[in-house]
């Protein structure tokens, strides 16, 4: 590492909380001679890039900055040049900077300066509400609110695959969520549909991803997950509401997937451009009745397949030209091919919004897996 990228690392392990972007840019500056430096951060609808320090938001498709958020690569226009932060998969935002480095070496090392960034950012977020809230265009409701500080997080990218989700609409979101987590070479994906509105759903599917994490933790079976989960939302409701799920746990290194579906959501998988309705042994949603048995069944992926699990927000929802269906899913499941995860749900939920012509009335959620053996 040079003198240089340690110092930087240095400034920004040193920075306050709340003033990491104005740390790094003064370091930038300094040691790179960068001095109009800027972090734009994606909103909670991936429909806005929001300038932490100045600017305007950039809601423009086909603009640089969402160019280079898009394809995860360089982008410069002129003098100014944007870069992508992100961590592990998740998508933050883009670094603007100019003028843009003469030298390849400082472009590269900035590259790396916009990473380190992204890591820092997530470490930051423990410590204060500066950069979630710099993300919003307006004020989410309470129960979006603990929707969306339930999630793990919107991207996700590991050495076989490739994951993003999204919750529309986005800053009034009810009861829809979604859950993952990899370990020991095995990627669990939760989607579920809570039960009713605002607070009572949003406290509903909150109560089944805790339990659905305590079971997983505990390194119970998929089905004895979903059991456990079954009893704690009983036990709390005693039948009067339940959630919809689906349980999904893939086998990273040899594709293996085993489902467990207790309800909505439905799973398609786009497989050498064709879009394949993957039937599902359906059993009883979790917590209706007091003991419920839930079977596990399995499916083989093949290199190169795409996942899509959506709830039914999506497929049932109603324009003006009728309901949303499955005819015009399918069309547009089968067009994301070319497109990474992110793009592909961001994609999907804004021509669902374009079809209804305005917030959607039922929550909404997507959720895309892409699979390919590992080493390639």
Not at 251 to 264: C, H, K, P, R, Y
Request: hydrophobic content about 45%.
């Amino acid at each position: 590492m040079s003198d240089r990228l340690t110092a930087v690392r240095r400034a920004l392990a040193d920075a306050p909380a709340d003033r990491v972007v104005e740390c790094l840019a003064e370091i930038v500056d300094k040691e790179y001679a960068v001095g109009d430096l800027d972090l734009l951060l994606v909103d909670y609808r991936l429909a806005a890039l929001l300038p932490l320090l100045d600017g305007a938001p950039i809601t423009r498709p086909g603009d640089p900055a969402w160019r280079c958020f898009d394809h995860q690569s360089e982008v410069s226009a002129g003098h100014v040049t944007y870069l992508p932060v992100t961590a592990r998969g998740e998508r933050m935002g883009v670094l603007r900077h100019s003028p843009t480095p003469a030298t390849a070496e400082d472009r590269a090392e900035l590259a790396e300066i916009a990473t380190l960034l992204a890591h820092e950012l997530q470490a930051a977020a423990a410590g204060t509400d500066r950069y979630a809230v710099a993300a919003r265009t307006r004020r989410l409701t309470l129960a979006a609110e603990m929707q969306w500080e339930l999630l793990p997080g919107r991207c996700r990218v590991g050495a076989s695959f490739s994951l993003a989700g999204q919750l529309e609409p986005a800053y009034a979101v009810r009861g829809d969520s979604f859950d993952w987590a990899e370990y020991e070479g095995r990627l669990f994906v939760t989607v579920l549909n809570g039960m009713g509105d605002g607070m009572n759903a949003a406290l509903l599917s909150s109560l089944a991803v805790y339990a659905l994490r305590n079971a997983r933790r505990a390194g119970l079976s998929l089905a004895d997950q979903a059991a456990l989960a079954d009893q704690a939302i009983f036990s709390q409701h005693r039948g009067d509401a339940h959630v919809e799920a689906l349980l999904l746990e893939l086998n990273v290194a040899s594709g293996e997937l085993q489902i467990v579906d207790t309800g909505s959501p439905r799973m398609m998988i786009l497989r050498d451009g064709d879009v394949l309705d993957q039937p599902l042994v359906s059993q009883f949603p979790l917590g209706m009745f007091e003991s419920s048995d839930f079977e596990t069944q399995t499916v083989q992926l093949r290199t190169g397949d795409r996942l899509f699990v959506v709830s039914d927000g999506v497929s049932e929802a109603v324009g003006n030209s009728g309901r949303y269906g499955e005819a015009a899913l399918h069309r547009f499941v089968r067009r994301t091919g070319p497109m990474a995860p992110l793009q592909a749900v961001r994609s999907l939920l804004g021509d669902l919004r374009a079809h209804v012509s305005a917030d959607l009335e039922d929550d909404a959620v997507a959720v895309c897996l892409d699979w390919t053996r590992p080493g390639q």
